[in-house]
């Protein structure tokens, strides 16, 4: 059995690591050591995601220094934070939103988006695979031996596809991490949930409870379904259905802020940083006494006088009220879609930010896409709701999104929803997955469900082509939704044929909607099927004879680790070639 | 290199002609001397580099110097009132990262407390009329400050600790 385990939240602004001790029953949230000055290092319980790549010369030798690497030549964390908000050119950050980004080349070095040609970028695989590698330095330096973890829980957004997960294992890979495993955030933090209620779980949940969980971090907010089933007298819980990718958190509510506050200010960048984290803690000072009317902020210069140079601002409760409660979590519909702006024609190339900040919107167009399950209701009905994510400290967010949940259901007959109490909102992922790790050794309770999502091979029909006409492609289910770790399916028998010694390339789609698609079935012209998303493409080239046709079978397997595979199989041989899923470019 | 008497190296050159093991003994001798030395050499900024660096901190989280160093003559309760709650914040959170604060005494201020026999003097002093033998019965005027937990970061021996903050230049 193994000894040792860690659970690795890899967030988009924060990480935080966990460990036990199997046989001890030992371990708990490990203090990251990290610069907080050049030549200082602290400890803290959470490192912030970013990187700052340093010039040569713009510090003294050494001063980047951390315990377990003497000269490296950027800094992570609290520091590259700090310091980044100065020379944003340099600093890498949202790497995690850049790996899940279909629309450029991922493994390609390309963070600081706006970086100077000089600065030698990286990719956000890489970042990954240097704050995955800082984490786990960290936890070995606490242990003070040397010992390697036998397992590695890594929790991924429940919304990442199968090329993200794929491009999160690569980034393991790069850090040299072994044994790793996938847990989805929210399935994290239902487990952390389930360590901390122990046996009294029978008591807050009953079979046909559906526990709906909003993990709200700082850069995403990610929504997931578990139903809770029996199965032979044992309470069983299954994960049904889970969100889109929505580039939206807590940032973007201090950030919104900051902008309101700033109105009529001149402010340079580094004070606007300065600004929004007053605002943050602005925002939990009032949130946390409601006595307050308002809390006062202020932004100091950059020079050395401080008295009568520092900008005072103020953050009153109804800007809190009117812009965050009202402005991320509105009372909408349930049916009211996530409003979408039109886009110029020509569109920077940036992260495909969430148009909509209202998360009560994106949350009923989830709960009324999942049409599947609703049992013949207008929506899903969650019965039981869990919260996640440190924006959740401010129990009036809560509130709101609760008293939504409940008016949508209320119209609907149902019954309002209950919220089950929460661990701690900014260690829970990483405390669930660690104890993951002790429930796949056996213990306690597991959350089945497979993959999120149903995927197809895009087949295009023979007929003629027709210029400025895109022929209605047609997707193949390679596999189906629900699809368990370590099982694969065969796809029945189909002409395919593979040329060999050249890229061929397979159009990708996925559906996190469609349940009743076996294996085989072909469903038309998906491209313009709302229920169908087109992901990256895969890409293969088959070693042989160049331009020959080989007859193959397509198998996709799902991986103990949680990522997905597709493979080839010659029909008459013994060839078999796995497909690469091409996250370069999506139309490539 | 260590200083030896003229003397003193004429008999050693002696013996160490003759024992190759006391030659041993006479390096070992030099060497210890020469890193006492050093320790005893250390600049005042070495030696003290702890404290400079939580001063660094409290200037860096909350610009304590920069609040200390400026002349507050000219300026309204207001700006100082603003001014300050930046160095309140900032050096708030670098206190609580570093050190575990309790009161001395558990009792409220303002209200009456015994002192007991064989107290602690380090600990409790006595103020007002200081007269007798313990156990004495008085009035709590403050309660202290003990630190039970300290967290001080670990500095770099390559860098100098007199930067305070270094000097910043913006370039366009």
Not at chain 1, 25 to 53: M, W
Not at chain 2, 70 to 99: M, N, P, W
Not at chain 2, 119 to 143: A, M, Q
Request: charged letters at 25%.
């Amino acid at each position: 059995m193994a000894r040792h385990v860690i659970g690795i939240d890899l967030g988009t602004t924060n990480c935080a690591i966990s460990w036990r001790d199997l046989e001890e029953g030992s371990g708990d949230v490990v203090s990251i050591p990290q610069l907080t000055a050049p030549g200082t290092v602290e400890e803290r319980r959470l490192l912030p995601s970013f990187i700052y790549l340093a010039q040569e010369g713009e510090f003294p030798p050494g001063a980047l220094a951390l315990p377990w690497d003497k000269r490296p030549a950027y800094a992570t964390g609290e520091f590259a934070r700090a310091h980044g908000a100065k020379v944003v050119t340099r600093l890498v950050a949202s790497a995690k939103s850049w790996l899940s980004h279909t629309n450029i080349d991922r493994t390609g070095a390309l963070l600081p988006w706006q970086a100077p040609p000089e600065v030698e970028r990286i990719s956000p695989v890489e970042a990954s695979a240097r704050y995955l590698k800082h984490l786990v330095e960290s936890w070995k330096a606490s242990l003070q031996k040397d010992s390697d973890a036998e397992e590695i829980i890594l929790t991924v957004p429940a919304s990442f596809d199968a090329a993200a997960r794929e491009l999160t294992m690569q980034a393991a890979g790069q850090a040299g991490l072994q044994n790793v495993t996938l847990l989805e955030e929210p399935q994290a933090a239902l487990y952390a949930w389930l360590e901390k209620i122990g046996d009294g779980f029978r008591k807050q949940v009953k079979v046909g409870d559906v526990i709906l969980v909003v993990d709200v971090g700082g850069g995403t907010t990610d929504f997931s379904l578990i139903a809770v089933t029996e199965q032979n007298g044992d309470l069983q819980l299954t994960r049904m259905a889970v969100g889109d990718h929505i580039l939206l958190g807590g940032d973007n509510m201090d950030l919104t802020l900051a902008h309101h506050l700033a109105q009529g200010k001149n402010l340079d960048a580094w004070q606007f940083t300065a600004l929004t984290y007053g605002c943050r803690e602005a925002k939990e000072l009032l949130f946390a006494d409601p006595k307050l009317k308002k809390a006062p902020i202020s932004i100091p210069g950059r020079g050395s006088a401080l008295i009568g140079a520092t900008i005072k601002a103020e953050l009153t409760r109804d800007d809190l009220g009117r812009i965050l409660v009202d402005g991320f979590i509105p009372k909408a519909g349930v049916t009211e879609l996530p409003r979408t702006a039109r886009r110029t024609g020509l569109t920077q190339v940036g992260l495909p930010y969430a148009q909509d900040p209202g998360i009560t919107r994106h949350l009923g167009a989830f709960l009324a896409r999942q049409s599947r399950i609703a049992e013949g209701k207008a929506f899903v009905h969650p019965t039981a709701i869990l919260f996640n994510g440190g924006v959740f400290k401010a129990a009036i967010l809560k509130q709101r999104l609760v008293e939504v949940i409940n008016d949508w259901l209320s119209r609907d007959g149902g019954s309002p929803v209950r919220e089950l109490e929460g661990a701690d909102l900014d260690l829970a992922v990483a405390r669930g997955a660690v104890h993951y790790a002790w429930v796949r050794h056996g213990h306690g309770i597991r959350i089945r469900g497979g993959t999120a999502r149903a995927y197809y091979v895009g087949v295009e029909p023979a007929m003629p082509s027709v210029p400025g006409f895109d022929p209605p492609i047609k997707a193949l289910c390679v596999a189906p939704f629900g699809m368990e770790e370590g099982t694969k399916a065969d796809v029945p028998p189909q002409e395919f044929a593979l040329v060999v010694g050249e890229p061929t390339v397979f159009r990708f789609f996925a559906s996190s909607v469609r349940r009743e698609d076996r294996v085989g079935d072909m469903i038309d012209d998906a491209a313009r099927n709302e229920e169908f998303e087109e992901v990256a493409p895969i890409e293969t080239t088959l070693s042989g004879e160049s331009g020959k046709l080989v007859p193959v079978n397509l198998q996709a397997a799902v991986t103990e680790v949680g990522t997905l595979e597709l493979r080839c199989l010659e029909k008459e041989g013994g060839g078999r070639w796995k497909l690469e899923m091409n996250v370069r470019t999506k139309d490539g | 290199m260590a200083q030896i008497a003229f003397w003193d190296r004429m008999k050693m050159a002696w013996r160490v002609l003759i024992s190759a093991e006391f030659a041993g003994e006479v390096t070992e001798g030099l060497e210890l001397r020469a890193t006492a030395r050093a320790k005893k050499a250390a600049p005042p900024e070495r030696v003290h580099a702890s404290g400079l660096m939580l001063l660094a901190a409290f200037q860096r989280e909350g610009r304590l110097i920069d609040f200390l160093q400026q002349d507050a003559g000219g300026y309204s309760d207001e700006e100082i009132g603003a001014a300050a709650r930046v160095v309140h914040g900032g050096c708030r959170k670098t206190l609580a990262q570093f050190f575990d604060l309790v009161p001395a005494a558990q009792t409220a201020e303002g209200a009456p407390m015994t002192v007991p026999t064989g107290f602690d003097p380090e600990r409790i002093r006595l103020t007002g009329n200081v007269s007798g033998k313990p156990p004495f019965k008085g009035t709590l005027k403050h309660h202290g400050w003990i630190v039970t937990g300290v967290r001080m970061p670990s500095i770099s021996e390559t860098l100098d600790p007199r930067v305070i903050t270094p000097a910043e230049v913006e370039l366009p």
